[in-house]
T-cell receptor, first 117, second 111 residues
C-alpha cells in the first residue's frame, strides 16, 4: 500500500453515462495527478493539482473534468466518453516543492480499469 | 516534446543472473530520474530514484546515471522470478518539472 487509494477499481460504462473516479491520499502531500495508461503507450499526464490549484491540463478533452476539493482528494468526472478512452487511470501524489531543482517522487494509487462500451 | 526511450523487450534472463535495463532521455536539463516496477494489472511502484551522476545501490538494485550521455540504467543482481514485471523509467522535464515516462521494458526471469 502506497497511501494512495482509488475507487472504483474497475468501471464499465456506456458512451452516454456519467461517472466519477475518486482518489484519496493519506501521505500529507500537496500535489496530485491524474494519468492515463493505455496498452503499448507511455503514461500520459492528464492533470496536475498543486495546493488544490490546477497547474497542468495537457490538452485533455473536455469530456474529462477534474475536481480537487482539498489537497487529499481528487476526482475525475467522466461524461460521453469514447471507446478509445478505455484505459487504466492512475492517480498519484507527491510532496511538491515547486521551484526546486528536483522533481518530487510520485506515489501511485492502484488505478481504475475503465472500459467504455 | 521531450522523450524517454526504453527497449520494450521482453528481456529474458535466468534466475540468479544480472538483469540490465537501459533508458535514454532527450532533455539535457533533466535533474531527477526514477525507476518504477509495474506488475501486470497493477500500478507502478517506485524502485529507485537517482539525482547525481554515478551509481546508487539499494539491496539487489543499482541505478546508474550518466548525464553527459543522457542515459540511466537499472541493474538487478541475483534476479528472481518475482522480479518479472515491466520496468518504467521516468525523467523530469526541466521546464515544467513534470515526469516523462518511457513505455517500459518487460523483464522475464525464468527458473
Amino acid at each position: 500500500e502506497t497511501g494512495v487509494t482509488q475507487t472504483p477499481r474497475h468501471l464499465v460504462m456506456g458512451m452516454t453515462n456519467k461517472k466519477s473516479l475518486k482518489c484519496e491520499q493519506h501521505l500529507g502531500h500537496n500535489a496530485m495527478y491524474w494519468y492515463k495508461q493505455s496498452a503499448k503507450k507511455p503514461l500520459e499526464l492528464m492533470f496536475v493539482y498543486n495546493f488544490k490549484e490546477q497547474t497542468e491540463n495537457n490538452s485533455v478533452p473536455s469530456r474529462f473534468s477534474p475536481e480537487c476539493p482539498n489537497s487529499s482528494h481528487l476526482f475525475l468526472h467522466l461524461h460521453t466518453l469514447q471507446p478509445e478512452d478505455s484505459a487504466l487511470y492512475l492517480c498519484a501524489s507527491s510532496q511538491d516543492s515547486s521551484g526546486g531543482a528536483s522533481a518530487d517522487t510520485q506515489y501511485f494509487g492502484p488505478g481504475t480499469r475503465l472500459t467504455v462500451l | 516534446q521531450k522523450e524517454v526511450e526504453q527497449n520494450s523487450g521482453p528481456l529474458s534472463v535466468p534466475e540468479g543472473a544480472i538483469a540490465s535495463l537501459n533508458c535514454t532521455y532527450s532533455d539535457r536539463g533533466s535533474q531527477s530520474f526514477f525507476w518504477y516496477r509495474q506488475y501486470s494489472g497493477k500500478s507502478p511502484e517506485l524502485i529507485m530514484s537517482i539525482y547525481s551522476n554515478g551509481d546508487k545501490e539499494d539491496g539487489r538494485f543499482t541505478a546508474q546515471l550518466n548525464k553527459a550521455s543522457q542515459y540511466v540504467s537499472l541493474l538487478i543482481r541475483d534476479s528472481q522470478p518475482s522480479d518479472s514485471a515491466t520496468y518504467l523509467c521516468a525523467v523530469n522535464e526541466f521546464d515544467t518539472d513534470k515526469l516523462i515516462f518511457g513505455t517500459g521494458t518487460r523483464l522475464q526471469v525464468f527458473p
